[in-house]
């Protein structure tokens, strides 16, 4: 689904997070109000009362992120009278509810992380259209950009609970401190910096490698960043043939990095084993000895962050994707509930969801973005939190979507396939960039024909 270009004042108000950030303000700082979005603070949504109707929610969630959002369902318990139940879901999360539903046991509710995972869903008759109850509270609390994601030929089937900034890199001040580092603003002082830190005794980048969502990541900033949002719309589409001179220029400049593994912790070898969170923990622990400097990925880090010691805004701070070409990039993802049963207990909780209420509790928890606008922002646990949300929130329905979360997933979102794949290879062997590409094209023409 084609998405609508960030303008400058996004990267302006994501510039804003390096400053506050570098003032130090950490993990307890003011929690008093502040500003809401553009909505009024909620009174708390009506649901229904459930009397012990069993509700099943899945989704591909770990860790601390699945912890807190049991919190949210451990709420919509208590209000509705619900028994609700987590499911933990494996990726692609397309296959695993499709032998729930070959099964005669789909979820009632599934949050999926891609666009095309929803319109794959309503392909295959699996998802139910959000009810007259949701529908309002996403009227009132969404702009019409996180509404329009959610729908398919114009009907509401997806409820957007959850967004994330993917354009960020977390690092630890203590090492820039010490190796007398400045945030960078572009790739080429982004790569000085990385220099400066090696030669400090500390590995500068930590990258997770393990998990081929995070090496999209990378490019999918680089290459809006420097071919622009009308190449990156058509590439997503397979509009543009992954063979083009855009992609060329986007993988030259990533192997500026991936082609030195003495700049990336545990080299490439190390990386190809370092899974997500073990990427951002490693950069926080060590003290100013860590095995990484700096992370590149969303304000979903957060969450891992606070597995640490390390305080936000102080001990751990962030700055904005460096531009790669004339604008800093500003890519976001997010993950959609969508009701895949007939029943009073999917449609009160896409309700819940929907509602300030339910992202409250995990924005109080930290590491999580929501998109609704009525989200007091007073619930986010510090200022750099509470700042990378009112950027989303201010930027209205000026945003780029993540690329491979809207490619058909076999392509775009399948752990040892397609483009997750591929790039694995080329953080082995940066140096074959024709057959990175010869490949991700012959991968991508498959996926978009069938």
């Not at 994501?14 to 553009?38: M, N, Q, R, W, Y």
């Not at 102080?314 to 004339?326: E, R, S």
Request: overall charge negative; some cysteine.
């Amino acid at each position: 689904m084609r998405t609508t270009l960030r303008t400058s004042k996004v990267a302006v108000a994501f510039a804003v997070i390096a400053a506050l950030t570098v003032a130090g303000c950490g993990d307890d700082g003011d929690k008093g109000p502040k500003p809401a979005g553009s909505g009024e603070p909620a009174t708390g949504v009506e649901l229904p009362k459930l009397n012990g109707e069993k509700v099943e929610v899945a989704a591909v969630w770990s860790g601390e992120e699945q912890k807190n959002f049991v919190k949210v369902l451990d709420e919509f318990e208590k209000r509705t009278g619900a028994s609700v139940t987590f499911v933990p879901a494996q990726d692609p999360i397309v296959n695993f509810l499709g032998t729930k539903i070959a099964g005669g046991s789909p979820p009632d509710v599934a949050l999926l992380p891609q666009p095309g995972a929803i319109q794959q869903a309503v392909q295959r008759k699996w998802a139910k259209p959000v009810g007259a109850e949701a529908k309002a509270e996403l009227a009132k609390n969404y702009s019409a950009g996180w509404q329009k994601i959610g729908q398919v030929g114009g009907e509401q089937y997806g409820v957007y609970y959850k967004a994330a900034n993917k354009s960020l890199v977390w690092y630890n001040n203590a090492v820039f401190e010490n190796a007398g580092a400045t945030e960078p603003k572009t790739w080429k002082e982004f790569l000085a910096t990385a220099e400066t830190i090696s030669a400090s005794g500390v590995t500068p980048v930590s990258v997770a490698g393990a998990d081929g969502w995070t090496l999209t990541d990378w490019f999918e900033n680089i290459y809006l960043s420097q071919a622009g949002p009308e190449k990156y719309d058509q590439l997503a589409q397979h509009k543009l043939k992954w063979t083009d001179a855009s992609v060329t220029q986007a993988l030259t400049s990533l192997a500026e990095l991936f082609g030195k593994p003495e700049l990336i912790a545990g080299g490439a070898d190390g990386a190809l084993q370092t899974e997500f969170p073990v990427s951002v923990t490693q950069t926080f622990t060590g003290g100013a000895e860590p095995k990484g400097a700096m992370v590149f990925e969303g304000d979903f880090v957060g969450v891992n962050i606070g597995q640490t010691k390390a305080k936000m805004g102080i001990d751990a701070k962030v700055f904005p994707f460096p531009a790669v070409g004339p604008e800093p990039p500003v890519v976001t993802g997010g993950d959609a509930a969508v009701a895949l049963k007939d029943s009073k207990g999917a449609q009160a909780l896409l309700t819940f969801l929907a509602s300030p209420d339910a992202a409250r509790i995990q924005a109080e928890a930290g590491g999580f973005v929501s998109p609704n606008k009525s989200l007091d922002l007073a619930a986010y646990p510090n200022d750099v939190q509470r700042d990378i949300a009112k950027a989303l929130i201010d930027s209205g329905d000026d945003f780029r979507f993540d690329m491979s979360d809207q490619m058909p997933q076999s392509f775009g979102g399948t752990p040892g396939k397609g483009f997750w794949k591929t790039l694995q290879d080329f953080l082995k062997n940066p140096k074959d960039i024709a057959g990175t590409q010869a490949k991700l094209e012959a991968d991508a023409a498959k996926a978009y024909k069938s």
